[in-house]
């Protein structure tokens, strides 16, 4: 059973070492907040996709998805306040020159809750240590600017989302009357999001380029707190499906003067990463401010017709907002474990089936035929159900710690009496049990393991 806390630096190191995640443009220097994901890294981030769109999307007969363009008209951030309101406070310490965010400085929110009239006194550089050293806090919109057409002005001015939440709401009447749904229902869209950061750090936790999952779900007024009291509980619910320790999860309700400019309340899923506590997964109730500011913004009607009542009406919603890189590295860290063997040290990821970026490894005990023929026509089979990796390079031991390493779940070999019984051996990832089973039978045998 996994026990320990694992550092950052290690997980980093394993992160480059076995193809999850790589510094982008790394032969440059690197980039800040910028990542790639390796060979393994996209089938995990691929998998994480694919279970939340299922679950969230597929399973529910009232939600629906979208995918939407990334840069939008810019009349739709003058609508959404996020012109005017997405904006974090950027302070400098005078004694070593370093930026922050207010906001994310040790002391600050404290003093904010408290009404002291100046929130940085006694806030301390968390790089220096000096107090009472900091600049005047100043805005800064965290929204890249970019331009559209051939002529760079005011007038050509284009944003990059910072949030996929907006389409939702733009395309709100395109997609009630195309997928003709009745209230409660919902609208979902995973897409890429980015935010010019003034802090960045914390290997994924915290980037300038990110993927989103959002789900707005679209309710009557009055039946709001219901949905967000659900929804609240379903973001611990669905980790925790994912083998991700309960004690590890928690759920933080925001101060009201810490609400959004949207919000009549906010609840947070909060994962304890080696760093402290951080948000996961949140959930917000957005009231009926985002239809009622682009109905108002644009001159057109963006309601919904109740039969029940027989009267036009602007819904509440409720959405929770999971980013894919923290799903990522929650489910990395979590999944992590050390354990004594005879060679020193096994390294473990310890990852759900259904995220598991590798389902099966099929390993033949040598390099030579008949065993590597037998072995790829065996890999060839179990690559129409699963992830599979073949892999006939080194000592089985090394082989097996390799599969390790990378979290699959389960491993094929095929050894020299294959050719006279017929059979292979399973191994176990978590248990290292070892079952013999016939080659026939092998697809039964891996979805009764795997679960699926």
């Known amino acids: ?21 790589f510094q982008s443009s790394e032969i440059y220097g690197g980039w800040s907040a910028f990542w790639d994901y390796g060979p393994v890294g996209v089938e995990l981030k691929r998998n994480i996709r694919e279970a939340w769109w299922h679950d969230v999307v597929q399973r529910r007969e009232e939600v629906v998805g979208l995918e939407a363009a990334i840069i939008m008209h810019p009349a739709v951030w003058r609508a959404s306040g996020h012109l005017e309101s997405f904006n974090d406070l950027l302070v400098d310490c005078r004694s070593c020159k370093q930026r922050f965010r207010a906001d994310q400085l040790p002391g ?13 006194e006694g806030v301390p550089c968390p790089n220096c240590g000096a107090r ?56 979902a869209q995973i897409g890429r999001a980015f935010r010019n950061e003034i802090t960045t750090g914390n290997f994924i936790f915290r980037m300038r380029e990110l993927e989103q999952m959002e789900l707005e779900y679209f309710v009557r007024p009055g039946e709001d707190e219901h949905w967000f009291d659900y929804w609240r509980s379903y973001t611990l619910e669905w980790f925790r499906s994912l083998g991700v320790r309960p004690e590890r999860l928690r759920l933080r309700d925001h101060e009201k003067h810490a609400l959004s400019h949207y919000s009549k309340a906010t609840t947070d899923l909060e994962y304890e990463f080696p760093f402290g506590w951080g948000e996961l997964w949140g ?82 005990l040598s390099r030579k035929e008949p065993l590597t023929r037998t072995a790829r026509e065996i890999r060839d089979r179990l690559a129409e159900l699963y992830n599979v990796e073949y892999d006939e390079t080194g000592s089985i031991g090394k082989r097996y710690r390799r599969q390790d390493e990378i979290g699959t779940p ?29 080659i026939a039978e092998l697809e039964g045998a891996l979805r009764d393991k795997l679960g699926f």
């Not at 059973?1 to 995640?21: C, E, P, Y």
């Not at 907006?166 to 195309?178: E, H, S």
């Open 1 to 21: 059973m996994q026990t320990q806390t694992v550092s950052m630096d290690t997980i980093v190191s394993l992160a480059k070492r076995r193809g999850f995640v």
């Open 410 to 438: 389960l491993c094929v070999t095929v050894d020299f009496q294959t050719q006279e019984d017929g059979a292979v051996t399973i191994r176990d990832r978590d248990t290292m049990a070892q079952d013999r089973v016939s």
């Open 283 to 364: 959930v917000a109730n957005r009231t009926d401010f985002d239809l009622k500011a682009h109905a108002a913004a644009s001159g057109r009607e963006l309601t919904y017709f109740d039969e029940e009542t027989k009267s036009h009406v602007v819904p509440y919603v409720v959405e929770p907002a999971l980013g894919v890189d923290r799903a990522f590295l929650v489910l990395l860290l979590d999944a992590y474990d050390e354990e004594p063997d005879k060679e020193g040290t096994r390294v473990v990821l310890r990852f759900h089936p259904r995220v598991a970026p590798v389902k099966v490894a099929v390993l033949p």
């Open 132 to 187: 009472g050293q900091w600049t005047e806090p100043r805005p800064f919109n965290t929204m890249f600017r970019t331009h559209v057409g051939p002529v760079e002005d005011e007038a050509s001015v284009a944003y990059l989302r910072p949030e996929t939440a907006q389409a939702m709401f733009v395309q709100f009447q395109n997609v009630l009357t195309a997928s003709r749904r009745k209230l409660p229902f919902g609208i």
């Open 108 to 120: 600050y929110e404290e003093n904010v809750a408290e009404g002291r009239p100046d929130p940085l």
